[in-house]
């Protein structure tokens, strides 16, 4: 008996979890339809069912807001990982992390608007990706910077500066309804940083005394 209704308990979560995904999916797509001040009748109707659906599923307008914003920050990692998948030297690491994500922006700027309005109450979506990711770019850089013998102390400033400041340029772009083209944009983020990396060198680590010393 208890191995049958943990089998049924089992079965309806990943139903739940299906059609969440299902409905999350809708989401999106009545966004890119109808931009990011969409109402729930249209994002009902995107997904042929009715509100009080939605609402079992996610409990009100923040729920929903909630999970889409779950399923965006999902996509915009896969979008990043493969700038932070290698040691790259500093230089290539900003630049490839600031084109990769403007890159989102550029391609669904009404699903990133809709995350960026969040309703009252509802945790901030950037804080949470921003300081997953700058931890990330951080780490990269010390290993970058203890590799080639340099002092890694920067580190952990520098990737967090560094995409907490590509996170503003990207706002501030979209507003401009991304009147420069992202070349541009990911190549100023470059000039910015560059000599900031290109010094580093005289800041090297000290070396070790040896046992002769």
Do not use: C
């Not at 890119?32 to 307008?61: L, N, W």
Request: proline share 6%; net charge negative.
């Amino acid at each position: 008996m208890t191995t049958s209704v943990d089998g049924r308990t089992t079965r309806w979560a990943r139903h739940n979890a299906t059609r969440r995904r299902e409905l999350v999916e809708a989401t999106l797509r009545a966004i890119r339809r109808h931009g990011h001040a969409v109402g729930m009748d249209d994002i009902a109707a995107e997904a042929g069912t009715s509100k009080t659906v939605f609402y079992r599923h996610f409990g009100d307008r923040s729920g929903l807001y909630e999970a889409v914003v779950e399923s965006v920050h999902a996509f915009i990692w896969g979008s990043l990982s493969d700038a932070l998948a290698t040691d790259r030297p500093p230089q290539e690491l900003v630049t490839g992390l600031a084109d990769a994500y403007l890159r989102v922006v550029e391609v669904d700027g009404e699903i990133y608007r809709f995350v960026t309005n969040r309703p009252g109450g509802s945790p901030d979506p950037v804080l949470g990706i921003t300081n997953r990711i700058g931890d990330q770019v951080s780490a990269a850089l010390a290993r970058w910077l203890v590799a080639h013998d340099l002092d890694p102390s920067p580190a952990n400033t520098w990737g967090h500066g560094v995409v907490g400041f590509t996170w503003a340029v990207a706002d501030r772009w979209i507003l401009t309804d991304l009147r420069r083209p992202r070349a541009d944009i990911v190549a100023f983020i470059g000039d910015l940083f560059t000599p900031a990396f290109d010094a580093q060198p005289a800041t090297a680590r000290p070396m070790e005394p040896t046992k002769e010393s």
